[in-house]
T-cell receptor, first 111, second 112 residues
Framework: RKEVEQDPGPFNVPEGATVAFNCTYSNSASQSFFWYRQDCRKEPKLLMSVYSSGNEDGRFTAQLNRASQYISLLIRDSKLSDSATYLCVATNAGNNRKLIWGLGTSLAVNP | DAGITQSPRHKVTETGTPVTLRCHQTENHRYMYWYRQDPGHGLRLIHYSYGVKDTDKGEVSDGYSVSRSKTEDFLLTLESATSSQTSVYFC???????????FGPGTRLLVL
């Protein structure tokens, strides 16, 4: 089982739709979580950090569920420019902490 | 955007030749990373550095070496390139090991 798992998609949604992605992580000791966005043939860029209390940034909302070991990303009022791959990231545990990357979920927002 | 550059941006080389990729940052971040990204595997950590001359292996370090002689530069060397090392290589930086990582634009390497 991968340490961080995501549904690869693709998710095809019309403009204006609300779409949600989940990401599960296997290590209950993971402390930090992030969502990154990656456009085709570009570098990953931080979308938002995920806090225990959840956080919102405009049309984007991230939630953490420690009991079920998943994080979610909700995108409201989807725009064409939201089309990208969304990468879920969690830290591993122990003294040698590193970021563990999911494979990404592909989103296509259609006119 | 964070000040991270990578060079070269594209390279085609032949099997068995040495290749060095350079990552340069202007942010004075302590941590620097080299990843490769391949379809079906996502981002995989090759090596990282936590200071000048301080480096450690990642999950796919075989066939790669790194050096960091200055805070701002992190070099990745393929001693003898193989076709399996054809990939997109990303450099990243962060202030601490679990803080946000900022990525360079990537280097596309093709080993024939």
């Amino acid at each position: 089982r991968k340490e961080v798992e995501q549904d690869p998609g693709p998710f095809n949604v019309p403009e204006g739709a609300t779409v949600a992605f989940n990401c599960t992580y296997s290590n209950s000791a993971s402390q930090s979580f992030f969502w990154y966005r990656q456009d085709c043939r570009k570098e990953p860029k931080l979308l938002m950090s995920v806090y225990s209390s959840g956080n919102e940034d405009g049309r984007f909302t991230a939630q953490l569920n420690r009991a079920s070991q998943y994080i979610s990303l909700l995108i409201r009022d989807s725009k064409l420019s939201d089309s990208a791959t969304y990468l879920c990231v969690a830290t591993n545990a122990g003294n040698n902490r590193k970021l563990i990357w999911g494979l990404g979920t592909s989103l296509a927002v259609n006119p | 955007d964070a000040g991270i550059t990578q060079s070269p941006r594209h390279k085609v080389t032949e099997t068995g030749t040495p290749v060095t990729l350079r990552c340069h940052q202007t942010e004075n971040h302590r941590y620097m990373y080299w990843y490769r990204q391949d379809p079906g595997h996502g981002l995989r950590l090759i090596h990282y550095s936590y200071g000048v001359k301080d480096t450690d292996k990642g999950e796919v370090s075989d066939g790669y070496s790194v050096s960091r002689s200055k805070t701002e530069d992190f070099l990745l060397t393929l001693e003898s390139a193989t076709s399996s090392q054809t990939s997109v290589y990303f450099c990243a930086i962060s202030e601490s090991i679990v803080e946000t990582q900022y990525f360079g634009p990537g280097t596309r390497l093709l080993v024939l």
